[in-house]
């Protein structure tokens, strides 16, 4: 499987094919159906989150391109959508990417066909991460401290003094990622909502203990 080119497609959470991986020799009814998928997911682990590729996913199981530290036994939350919420177990991980068992079984073909479904009618609201960081704004406001509350990989939401309106551009340099320009699209009650002219990556996003390290 082709892992180099994953992280190049960005924000679009359906990118590559939904396939059958079964081997074409044998009783298929007896192999594990595992599907292919570029899914963007939200994973959880203690107190670390941050959003990782689901590359494949069966009935009891998925495989997981991560940069959160997990280790074989480590427990793990996995959000599909904001709405499907898978856990497991971490049963291996070479250091780039992890197995895990699911806790109890699926219909994964039933899952991925729902979430596809919900990504057209447009009923897929984008995942975010929740943290509470601060990110250095530049506009012409001048340059100062924004605490941000989530993240997604297209927009950020923040809490201000009141300098951000609505259309206002700012420039935001947010932990060790590079800086990204945004259009604030909302602001009430000393919150603001960005909207970025260029996404984040899901390697930009792969762990909310990257954001905290400003510059580096």
């Known amino acids: ?24 020799g044998g009783d298929k009814r007896s192999q594990p159906r595992q599907r292919s998928v570029f899914r963007v997911a939200r994973v959880s682990a203690a107190s670390e989150e ?43 991980h070479d250091g780039k990417n992890c197995g895990v068992q699911l806790s109890y079984p699926i219909d994964s073909a039933a899952t991925l066909v729902r979430l596809f479904a919900d990504s057209v009618r447009g009923g897929d609201r984008p995942l975010r991460l929740h943290c509470s960081t601060e990110a ?61 002219l260029t996404p984040f990556s899901v390697r930009d996003l792969g762990s909310t203990d990257k954001l905290g390290r400003v510059g580096g």
């Open 1 to 24: 499987m082709n892992t180099h080119s994953f992280d190049e497609y960005g924000s679009d959470p359906w990118h590559g094919s939904i396939n059958d991986d079964r081997s074409p």
């Open 50 to 92: 941050g959003f990782a590729r689901v590359l494949n996913i069966s009935d009891e199981g998925l495989m997981l391109a991560t940069q959160l530290r997990v280790s074989p036994g480590a427990d793990l939350q996995i959000d599909l959508s904001e709405v499907i919420r898978l856990s497991g177990k971490v049963v291996w």
């Open 136 to 196: 250095i704004a530049k506009g012409e406001f001048g340059t100062r401290s924004v605490q941000i509350e989530n993240i997604s990989l297209r927009g950020v939401k923040v809490r201000h003094d009141g300098s951000f309106q609505e259309g206002l551009r700012v420039k935001l340099l947010l932990g060790a990622i590079e800086e990204r320009e945004g259009v604030v699209r909302w602001s009430q009650a000393g919150q603001a909502g960005i909207s970025l």
